[in-house]
């Protein structure tokens, strides 16, 4: 998952491939909730791991719910004991829910129904999203709740309620500002079905349908047979009692899906034969974990996607969908929609809006406003920086894409801490005007899909030069390798530390009992072409399954490199390697000759410095602060005669490239020498600073 401050898109020109999705958020998490009220054990499978299942499962776990394990680990079920419908007498605590409305209204329902002492506690953003409607709702049965700060808004403080007021008159709930109101009190109501039924009332319109739907699907795998009467009026039958289905598979999210959905009607197009997925030498997306047979409503933006041109094949539980043909679905088609059976996911319309010959004008959204941040606004404001004219009302939102290519402007997109902004928006980076696009605070998207951006770069395609590559090269000890990675981490950027790849060879050379010098210079290179290396986030490098990380820092390591970075073969064996590190969204590659020789198109070349005395003395902390023992005048006397070698070297010989930026870093820290290479890296955007 990206935990960047922002991540930078370069313009990305197809897509093509297969994408498994994450478990719904709104699944997910009522489907916890029903296992916590259920008695016995529910083995869940596929539950998604995100800020907002975690939230609730902590929450749960603090209310006695026995879950095991831990943590969400991908591929294995979670078993939830639940607590029968009842608390102890003396339950009381205080519950951080976030910015997770499908945690915060539902468990607030539940225990104002089951009593206690609790806190409703979350983020900022959560105390500005309405939840009065609920509380009214709630006071009918008898439930005490009081506001600990603004009326009509959490923190709430929850007490133990008088249901002696409990009548037979309907429960009236507002249905036109969330449908998480009434997803709420369907879920806390079967708690109290004794001898007679429990009747909801919906005034107003019913907004958001379709997770309604999901609900009332869900309460009948728990043993809660809802009488849906035409979304207005809904009886809980006498008698109820949650009871466990045993197991239970999370569907994959549908909203998640609009995403992959989109990209495949804006990205996919023709391909060369060999690429192609059919006959008929169309590229295409195919989307894992949701289709035909969904329960989720969103499903439902495959009709949106259809009328704007898009090619969508379904079966039970996946998605094909690839670009029109031009003229007939390329561009896409503007449309007019009442999007109030997919709220959500009509997001994802509105950047494809920026694909259309035409106005787009998405209506029936007013809950957006009240949504993780008032997105009306927000995606009003976002895509008139890309240059989009842009009309919003109260509970619609008109979109004229760019009028030509030149129009279209590269752009930083806040995204409010709202996970679909984020998602939707890196969709702009299929602008034909090539430029690239910005995404502030990605790691918001860890609330539904935090590893939304790994996916999409798994099928995203650009040319290569269009992928930014910042070099950093110098002498040994200069640093380098730290500065790298620390640059790498505040990008979100793929690390390749080219010293690392001449001291594996090195080291697999010497291993195998060769001679580092001309008689094994071919064998040594073969050797190099297949090994399988890789570097991790916690800077290991590893050869196959062997972590070698410390057995690659040694003296003897570094001068084994030295040799076999001399030796002709042997580097060209390692060009093509170092290359494929030249991946989305990005590279950092530290070296001798990273912008010298592999990338010598590279838009930021930095050579650091610093005298040999300073990297002696650097190199010396480093060795016995890993408890290898020393010596700072052996050590001066290796790194200046291994400086002299690598400069004198007839290939590839250490020294700056012409455009590259000179840095001594004798007399700075870490952090400013990270400071200023992201200084210089910024002045080459088009955004200016973050």
């Given at each position: ?183 709420s009190l369907l879920m806390a109501l079967p708690l109290q079905a004794g001898s007679r039924d429990i009747v909801i009332e919906v005034v107003g319109e019913l907004i958001s349908r379709p997770y309604i739907h999901i609900t009332l699907e869900l ?270 981490r505040a990008l979100g950027y793929q690390l390749l530390d080219s010293g690392a790849l001449y001291r594996i060879t090195g080291l697999a050379a010497s291993r195998a009992g060769l001679a580092l010098d001309e008689s094994n210079e071919e064998t040594i290179a073969e050797m190099a072409l297949d090994m399988p290396v890789r570097f991790d986030a916690q800077q290991r490098v590893w050869l196959g399954d062997e972590d ?143």
């Amino acid at each position: 998952m990206f935990t960047t401050e922002f991540l930078d898109l370069p313009a990305l020109d197809t897509a093509h491939g297969t994408v498994s999705l994450p478990g719904s958020k709104s699944i997910s998490n009522r489907v916890l909730l029903l296992a916590a009220l259920s008695q016995g054990t529910t083995v869940i499978h596929d539950l998604l791991d995100s800020d907002d299942t975690r939230v609730m499962l902590a929450a749960l776990r603090q209310l006695g719910c026995r879950i095991a394990p831990d943590a969400v680990v991908p591929g294995q079920a979670i078993e939830v004991t639940g607590i029968g419908g009842q608390l102890p007498a003396d339950a009381a605590a205080t519950l951080f829910l976030g910015n997770a409305g499908t945690a915060m209204r539902p468990l607030t329902a539940a225990l104002a129904v089951l009593g206690g002492s609790f806190e409703m506690t979350g983020v900022p953003r959560m105390y500005e999203r309405p939840i009065g409607d609920l509380v009214d709702a709630l006071r009918q049965l008898g439930c005490r709740i009081a506001y600990l700060g603004n009326e009509g808004f959490p923190p709430l403080k929850i007490g133990r309620p008088d249901f002696s007021r409990f009548g037979q008159a309907p429960i009236q709930v507002r249905g036109d500002v969330s449908s998480q109101f009434l997803t709420s009190l369907l879920m806390a109501l079967p708690l109290q079905a004794g001898s007679r039924d429990i009747v909801i009332e919906v005034v107003g319109e019913l907004i958001s349908r379709p997770y309604i739907h999901i609900t009332l699907e869900l309460l009948a795998r728990f043993g809660i047979a809802v009488k849906n009467e035409n979304w207005q009026r809904f009886v809980i039958p006498a008698g109820s009692r949650y009871r466990s289905p045993g197991e239970i598979h999370v569907e994959a999210d549908a909203s998640s899906a609009s995403y992959f959905i989109a990209l495949g009607a804006i990205a996919t197009g023709m391909a060369d034969t060999a690429d192609a997925d059919n006959a008929t030498g169309r590229k295409s997306i195919r989307i894992l974990g949701v289709g035909r047979d969904s329960i989720q409503g969103d499903i439902r933006f495959v009709e949106a996607a259809r009328a704007m041109g898009a090619q969508v094949e379904s079966g039970p539980n996946w998605l094909q969908v690839a670009r029109g043909e031009p003229g007939q679905g390329w561009p896409l088609k503007a449309i007019d929609l009442d999007c109030n059976h997919i709220p959500d996911a009509a997001m994802t319309l509105a950047v494809m809006a920026l694909y259309a010959d035409g106005t787009t004008t998405l209506r029936n959204i007013a809950s957006w406003r009240v949504k993780e941040t008032d997105r009306i606004a927000a995606m009003a404001i976002e895509l008139r920086k890309l240059g989009a004219t842009v009309e919003e009302g109260p509970d619609y939102i008109r979109i004229t894409p760019p009028a030509s290519r030149a129009d279209w402007k590269a752009a930083s997109i806040h995204t409010y801490d709202d996970h679909r902004v984020a998602m939707c928006f890196s969709l702009a980076a299929f602008n034909p005007a090539k430029l690239p696009v910005r995404i502030e605070d990605p790691k918001c998207v860890a609330k539904t899909f935090p590893d939304y951006f790994e996916a999409l770069f798994s099928v995203c395609q650009t040319e290569r030069e269009r992928i930014p590559v910042i070099c950093i090269d110098g002498p040994t000890a200069s640093g380098k390798g730290t500065i790298a990675a620390e640059v790498a981490r505040a990008l979100g950027y793929q690390l390749l530390d080219s010293g690392a790849l001449y001291r594996i060879t090195g080291l697999a050379a010497s291993r195998a009992g060769l001679a580092l010098d001309e008689s094994n210079e071919e064998t040594i290179a073969e050797m190099a072409l297949d090994m399988p290396v890789r570097f991790d986030a916690q800077q290991r490098v590893w050869l196959g399954d062997e972590d070698i990380s410390l057995a690659i820092r040694s003296e003897q390591a570094g001068m084994n490199a030295s040799r076999v970075s001399a030796l002709p073969a042997v580097r060209s064996a390692l060009v093509d390697l170092q290359l494929a590190f030249q991946t989305l969204p990005g590279l950092v590659a530290d070296g001798r000759d990273m912008g010298t020789v592999i990338f010598p198109h590279a838009p930021l070349k930095v050579y650091l410095s610093a005298s040999a005395q300073c990297r002696a003395e650097r190199r010396y902390k480093q060795l016995i602060s890993k408890g290898i023992s020393a010596n700072i005048s052996t050590l001066l006397a290796d790194l200046e005669a291994r400086d002299a070698r690598d400069m004198q070297r007839a290939t590839a010989p250490l020294k700056p490239a012409e455009d590259a930026l000179l840095l001594d870093s004798s007399e700075l820290t870490i952090e400013q020498v990270v400071a200023q290479v992201l200084s210089w890296w910024q002045e080459r955007q088009p955004f200016g600073r973050a």
